[in-house]
């Protein structure tokens, strides 16, 4: 813009300084000319006036070279007579020259008085000035000046006009650039200010500025509020989704094509098991993982365009990876893939236990039913046909069942306490179930032998009796089971801070320790060849734990081997 | 023109990348067809190991190709040198893990004369090895190139432990001398599988900073 104003400036200036030097000087030489012409017809005039004498040539020749010395340039005087004869030239031999009446000045002399013309002469081969009066003796006196000498005279003011014409030129140099700066310097201004401008309101004050460039910084504002605001919103949505995919728990990549890493959130590299990647550094997928079913699993899922599921396994954990081929809407080439890594360890495992629970199931109903098939066989085969071993083995069957019914009785009564059904609560008073459970329990621990102690307060619950009837039978009834003959079990139940304790405790065989996790699990035995001999249907703790559960209680065990086991059981007051 | 070069290097990075991807799987899936007696898996290792003998000759062209027509120069230089170098390693690595799975094929039917306790160390030592010194090349990490020279020891003494536990069960019965030998010959492939991914952290090195141990 300064340069195009500049030179916008300096053309124009130029052309006013040439035009003006062409038109003065044309104007000056027209003036000078006329000015030459009319110094012409005054010596004629003067000379017509000094000679008295016409005829005597040599006071004419007289005359004429005073006059042309009191000139400093070369003037021609000829006298002509009315034939056209010359009878005086100053410059040639008279004599000689040609009849000058059809020269027009001449013969306009001759007619009104006086005349001029301009051409070229043949006496002085040059373009020449010719002025002619006409005398009182009938005799033209003509005087002539070279034009070359006028030009000459004229040409001799160029240099001057020159260095007038070339200080003009360095003027408008000096002037153009000063004026440049001027109409600049406002926008240049706006410009350095613009930051400023645009920030605050002060639009209107502070800046000397053309008003015709308001309008113009008015828009700019609007626009940058636009800008502001469009970023603002797109800020807004990449920090949303970059928020949100990088607080997912479950891992999420982004390729291209060509399997380079576009976006990748936390929970993706910790799953995919490289914390360090740094996907500014780093592009490419391979440098990501190695994992060779992962690699091949992008590579079918980009060129084939399908969906994938695949899980792995990483670190003791089980990922789930969907592959979903991204393609642009309305477009069936592929762009790129989308990776969504879920962690399944945990529905793995319970799947694990969900198979192990029926196998476990099926196993334990089967059992008995082996027995007692086996039994009723030999019987009905008459294999054994004498009363008292019919009676026996009646008396086997008849257990079986029994262990039967009460291990169905326990997958119900497990299943429903897991349900949460049945759970119409009563206030029961702890004391009265424990007295229950130990009247159930006295003799079978009088048979080995076993000391029952209880410390018991008058605590009181709400809950369902049954519940809390099962849960210290359970307790108990494992307490008497795994002990030694002749050894002790203790009960405490005691109310302290609104929280109903309840502790059995005995000093029997104990559970090692890699048992201790598992004890609570179903059908989970310590010591598997013992369960027949004990009974028990492995579901005891399980349903203890269960009940516990239903009732937002804690449980806790400690144990050691040969030395006892101690169940706490907390309930916070409900 | 540099811009071509520039993206034939980082391809090159990728397939030195993609390689020791195969090498890995090659090995563990060689240590789970020992470990679970698992036919089924050596067959795999036999198709990695004629996956990986493809992916020597593949780069072994790159490299020849990159170094006749670009000429290159210093770093350049340096990563093509460590390529030709490291691919020789890593072929052998998936040539060892071959004959790993070829032994532990005449295995599969038989009972194990004892307990696989430091053998599965043994291979966990030189799987972390070959893992690290790749991760070092995909990283440029130095140091963990240097951790992967150090670790080498902890194979070595693994070696000696299970030879003389092979020699006390010789001792015992020399019934158990067939399998004996067997373990000790997958044993030393291991060993020899962790000095070819000492040697790769090696080269790693010397493609970082351009010295190499033996220079």
Same mark, same amino acid.
């Given at each position: 813009m300064k340069k195009r104003v500049f030179y916008t400036i300096i053309i124009l200036l130029v052309i006013i300084a040439t035009s003006t030097c062409v038109l003065t000087s044309l104007v000056y030489y027209k003036f000078y000319e006329k000015e030459a012409k009319d110094q012409i017809k005054t010596i004629v005039n003067l000379t017509s006036n000094n000679i008295?004498?016409?005829?005597?040539n040599t006071h004419i020749q007289n005359s004429v070279y005073r006059i042309v010395k009191s000139v400093n340039y070369k003037i021609r005087v000829t006298i002509i007579e009315?034939?056209?004869?010359?009878?005086?030239d100053n410059y040639a031999e008279?004599?000689?020259?040609?009849?000058?009446?059809?020269r027009p000045e001449i013969e306009k002399a001759f007619r009104i008085g006086y005349g001029e013309d301009t051409r070229f002469s043949n006496t002085l081969k040059n373009d020449t000035y010719y002025y002619a009066v006409k005398l009182g003796d009938n005799t033209v006196l003509r005087v002539s000046r070279e034009l070359r000498s006028i030009r000459n005279m004229f040409i001799g003011i160029t240099p001057i006009l020159a260095s007038v014409f070339l200080i003009i030129i360095i003027i408008s140099f000096i002037v153009a650039s000063n004026i440049t700066r001027k109409i600049i310097r406002p926008v240049n201004l706006i410009a350095e200010s613009l930051d400023d401008l645009l920030e605050t309101d002060k639009l209107n004050v502070q800046i000397d500025m053309y008003d015709e460039l308001r309008p113009f910084a008015h828009k700019m504002k609007d626009q940058k509020q636009k800008l502001n605001e469009y970023i603002k919103a797109v800020e807004y949505e990449r920090d949303t989704i970059g928020n949100i995919t990088e607080n997912m728990r479950e891992g999420f990549i982004l390729l291209n094509k060509e399997s380079e890493v576009l976006s990748i959130n936390a929970s993706g590299k910790r799953m995919i098991g490289?914390?360090?990647? #740094?996907f500014h550094e780093h592009k490419n997928m391979l440098e990501l993982t190695r994992n060779a079913e992962i690699l091949k699993n992008i590579d079918t899922s980009i060129n084939g365009n399908k969906h994938i599921v695949y899980d792995v396994d990483c670190n003791s954990h089980q990922y789930r990876y969907y592959f979903s081929p991204v393609s642009e809407r309305?477009?069936?080439?592929?762009?790129g893939l989308m990776i969504l890594i879920e962690d399944v360890t945990i529905q793995k495992n319970s799947e694990i236990m969900r198979q192990e629970f029926s196998a476990n199931v099926s196993h334990e109903l089967k059992t008995p039913l082996t027995t007692m098939i086996g039994f009723a066989e030999m019987i009905k085969e008459g294999l054994i046909t004498d009363s008292e071993s019919i009676k026996k083995y009646c008396g086997m069957i008849n257990n079986e069942g029994l262990r039967l019914i009460t291990l169905i009785e326990d997958i119900i009564r497990l299943s429903k306490i897991e349900e949460g059904?049945?759970?119409? #609560?009563n206030i029961i008073n702890l004391k009265d179930v424990s007295n229950e459970v130990f009247n159930l329990l006295s003799n079978k621990a009088k048979d080995r032998n076993i000391k029952l102690l209880s410390n018991i307060e008058n605590v009181s619950m709400k809950a369902n009796k049954s519940y809390i009837n099962e849960l210290l039978y359970n307790l108990v009834d494992n307490s008497i089971k795994y002990n030694n003959d002749g050894g002790k079990v203790e009960v405490n139940i005691n109310k302290n801070k609104g929280a109903v304790n309840i502790v059995v405790k005995d000093n029997g065989l104990g559970i090692s320790e890699e048992h201790l996790d598992r004890i609570?699990?179903?059908?989970?035995?310590?010591?598997k060849s013992r369960s027949k001999e004990t009974?028990?249907?492995?579901?005891g703790l399980s349903i203890v734990k269960h009940i516990v559960e239903a009732y937002h209680g804690t449980i806790e065990i400690k144990s050691k081997k040969e030395v006892g086991t101690v169940i706490k059981i907390k309930f916070l007051d409900n | 023109m540099r811009g071509r070069f520039d993206k034939e290097l980082e391809n090159l990075n990728l397939e030195l990348i993609k390689m020791g991807g195969l090498i890995e799987n090659s090995i563990e899936t060689t240590v789970k067809a020992l470990i679970n007696q698992d036919l089924s898996l050596v067959k795999k290792v036999n198709e990695y190991e004629v996956e990986i003998d493809e992916m020597e000759k593949t780069i072994e062209s790159h490299c020849l190709k990159l170094l006749l027509q670009q000429q290159p120069v210093a770093s350049d230089l340096r990563l093509i040198s460590t390529a030709l170098k490291m691919i020789t390693d890593m072929e052998r690595i998936g040539d060892n893990a071959e004959d790993i799975a070829e032994i532990s094929q005449y295995m599969v039917n038989q009972k194990f004369i004892?307990?696989?306790v430091h053998i599965p160390q043994m291979a966990e030592a030189t799987i972390g090895m070959v893992r690290k010194s790749i991760d070092a090349f995909v990283n440029k990490d130095k140091e963990l190139a240097l951790e992967v020279c150090a670790s080498d020891d902890i194979v070595d003494n693994l070696f000696t432990i299970i030879k003389n536990e092979l020699i006390e069960k010789i001792q015992e019965d020399k019934n158990n001398g067939e399998q004996a030998i067997d373990l000790l010959m997958i044993a030393k492939y291991f060993e020899r599988i962790g000095d070819h991914a000492e040697n790769i952290a090696e080269w790693v090195i010397f493609s970082i900073t351009g010295e190499h141990k033996y220079q």
């Amino acid at each position: 813009m300064k340069k195009r104003v500049f030179y916008t400036i300096i053309i124009l200036l130029v052309i006013i300084a040439t035009s003006t030097c062409v038109l003065t000087s044309l104007v000056y030489y027209k003036f000078y000319e006329k000015e030459a012409k009319d110094q012409i017809k005054t010596i004629v005039n003067l000379t017509s006036n000094n000679i008295n004498d016409w005829s005597d040539n040599t006071h004419i020749q007289n005359s004429v070279y005073r006059i042309v010395k009191s000139v400093n340039y070369k003037i021609r005087v000829t006298i002509i007579e009315e034939t056209g004869k010359v009878t005086y030239d100053n410059y040639a031999e008279y004599e000689i020259l040609e009849n000058h009446i059809n020269r027009p000045e001449i013969e306009k002399a001759f007619r009104i008085g006086y005349g001029e013309d301009t051409r070229f002469s043949n006496t002085l081969k040059n373009d020449t000035y010719y002025y002619a009066v006409k005398l009182g003796d009938n005799t033209v006196l003509r005087v002539s000046r070279e034009l070359r000498s006028i030009r000459n005279m004229f040409i001799g003011i160029t240099p001057i006009l020159a260095s007038v014409f070339l200080i003009i030129i360095i003027i408008s140099f000096i002037v153009a650039s000063n004026i440049t700066r001027k109409i600049i310097r406002p926008v240049n201004l706006i410009a350095e200010s613009l930051d400023d401008l645009l920030e605050t309101d002060k639009l209107n004050v502070q800046i000397d500025m053309y008003d015709e460039l308001r309008p113009f910084a008015h828009k700019m504002k609007d626009q940058k509020q636009k800008l502001n605001e469009y970023i603002k919103a797109v800020e807004y949505e990449r920090d949303t989704i970059g928020n949100i995919t990088e607080n997912m728990r479950e891992g999420f990549i982004l390729l291209n094509k060509e399997s380079e890493v576009l976006s990748i959130n936390a929970s993706g590299k910790r799953m995919i098991g490289n914390v360090k990647f #740094n996907f500014h550094e780093h592009k490419n997928m391979l440098e990501l993982t190695r994992n060779a079913e992962i690699l091949k699993n992008i590579d079918t899922s980009i060129n084939g365009n399908k969906h994938i599921v695949y899980d792995v396994d990483c670190n003791s954990h089980q990922y789930r990876y969907y592959f979903s081929p991204v393609s642009e809407r309305g477009n069936s080439n592929v762009d790129g893939l989308m990776i969504l890594i879920e962690d399944v360890t945990i529905q793995k495992n319970s799947e694990i236990m969900r198979q192990e629970f029926s196998a476990n199931v099926s196993h334990e109903l089967k059992t008995p039913l082996t027995t007692m098939i086996g039994f009723a066989e030999m019987i009905k085969e008459g294999l054994i046909t004498d009363s008292e071993s019919i009676k026996k083995y009646c008396g086997m069957i008849n257990n079986e069942g029994l262990r039967l019914i009460t291990l169905i009785e326990d997958i119900i009564r497990l299943s429903k306490i897991e349900e949460g059904i049945e759970l119409d #609560n009563n206030i029961i008073n702890l004391k009265d179930v424990s007295n229950e459970v130990f009247n159930l329990l006295s003799n079978k621990a009088k048979d080995r032998n076993i000391k029952l102690l209880s410390n018991i307060e008058n605590v009181s619950m709400k809950a369902n009796k049954s519940y809390i009837n099962e849960l210290l039978y359970n307790l108990v009834d494992n307490s008497i089971k795994y002990n030694n003959d002749g050894g002790k079990v203790e009960v405490n139940i005691n109310k302290n801070k609104g929280a109903v304790n309840i502790v059995v405790k005995d000093n029997g065989l104990g559970i090692s320790e890699e048992h201790l996790d598992r004890i609570f699990e179903r059908f989970y035995r310590v010591d598997k060849s013992r369960s027949k001999e004990t009974g028990g249907t492995g579901l005891g703790l399980s349903i203890v734990k269960h009940i516990v559960e239903a009732y937002h209680g804690t449980i806790e065990i400690k144990s050691k081997k040969e030395v006892g086991t101690v169940i706490k059981i907390k309930f916070l007051d409900n | 023109m540099r811009g071509r070069f520039d993206k034939e290097l980082e391809n090159l990075n990728l397939e030195l990348i993609k390689m020791g991807g195969l090498i890995e799987n090659s090995i563990e899936t060689t240590v789970k067809a020992l470990i679970n007696q698992d036919l089924s898996l050596v067959k795999k290792v036999n198709e990695y190991e004629v996956e990986i003998d493809e992916m020597e000759k593949t780069i072994e062209s790159h490299c020849l190709k990159l170094l006749l027509q670009q000429q290159p120069v210093a770093s350049d230089l340096r990563l093509i040198s460590t390529a030709l170098k490291m691919i020789t390693d890593m072929e052998r690595i998936g040539d060892n893990a071959e004959d790993i799975a070829e032994i532990s094929q005449y295995m599969v039917n038989q009972k194990f004369i004892k307990n696989l306790v430091h053998i599965p160390q043994m291979a966990e030592a030189t799987i972390g090895m070959v893992r690290k010194s790749i991760d070092a090349f995909v990283n440029k990490d130095k140091e963990l190139a240097l951790e992967v020279c150090a670790s080498d020891d902890i194979v070595d003494n693994l070696f000696t432990i299970i030879k003389n536990e092979l020699i006390e069960k010789i001792q015992e019965d020399k019934n158990n001398g067939e399998q004996a030998i067997d373990l000790l010959m997958i044993a030393k492939y291991f060993e020899r599988i962790g000095d070819h991914a000492e040697n790769i952290a090696e080269w790693v090195i010397f493609s970082i900073t351009g010295e190499h141990k033996y220079q």
